[in-house]
């Protein structure tokens, strides 16, 4: 059974830094890449990006580039997100999910990241100002 579990969300001041971790079941990284979004309150999902075993990252959403990391573990069936210089606007719910490819599509302003089969239950960011 596909499984993700994020873990590492809290509290963090505008300015910190904060990694969140998916840690996975059921499936290899062979087969399957992690994406992650997030959801802030009010507002509507967002795919901010997605990373391979094969190519590593492929895709970065403006609104966290230079800012966020991506890395997968394969010894610890793990995704990592590493988050720095952290902004108010940066507060949501974070999600890993897992999917064959990572595929994008454009909403007619820009690129963003297609929504995945598998999905962890999210974990609470919230940057405080």
């Known amino acids: 059974e596909v499984q993700l579990v994020e873990s590492g969300g809290g509290l963090v001041q505008a300015g910190g830094s904060l990694r969140l971790s998916c840690t996975t079941f059921g499936f290899s990284f062979d087969d399957y890449v992690i994406g992650w979004f997030r959801q802030a309150p009010g507002k509507e999902r967002e795919g901010f990006g997605c990373?391979?075993?094969?190519?590593?990252?492929?895709y970065v959403a403006d609104s966290v580039k230079g800012r966020f990391t991506f890395s997968l573990d394969n010894a610890d069936n793990a995704a990592y997100l590493e988050m720095s210089r952290l902004k108010p606007e940066d507060t949501a719910v974070y999600y890993c999910?897992?999917?064959?490819?990572?595929?994008?599509?454009?909403?007619?302003?820009?690129?963003?990241?297609?929504?995945?089969?598998?999905w962890g239950e999210g974990t609470l960011v919230t940057v405080s100002s």
């Open positions: 999910a897992a999917d064959t490819t990572c595929l994008t599509y454009y909403n007619g302003d820009s690129y963003t990241l297609n929504g995945m089969k598998y």
């Open positions: 990373i391979t075993k094969s190519d590593g990252t492929v």
